[in-house]
């Protein structure tokens, strides 16, 4: 269980900087034209 625990962590911690990069691109005046 700790190394899928672990696992799972590393995946949250991926997916909110993803995120988080997603909306600074979104809230970015013009990013709609940028893919």
Do not use: C, K, Q, W
């Not at 625990?5 to 691109?25: C, K, M, P, Q, S």
């Not at 979104?26 to 940028?34: D, I, R």
Request: net charge negative.
């Amino acid at each position: 269980m700790r190394e899928l625990t672990l696992y799972n962590e590393d995946n949250f911690r991926e997916i909110e900087r993803h995120e988080g990069v997603a909306v600074v691109r979104f809230s970015a005046p013009g990013a709609h034209l940028v893919r």
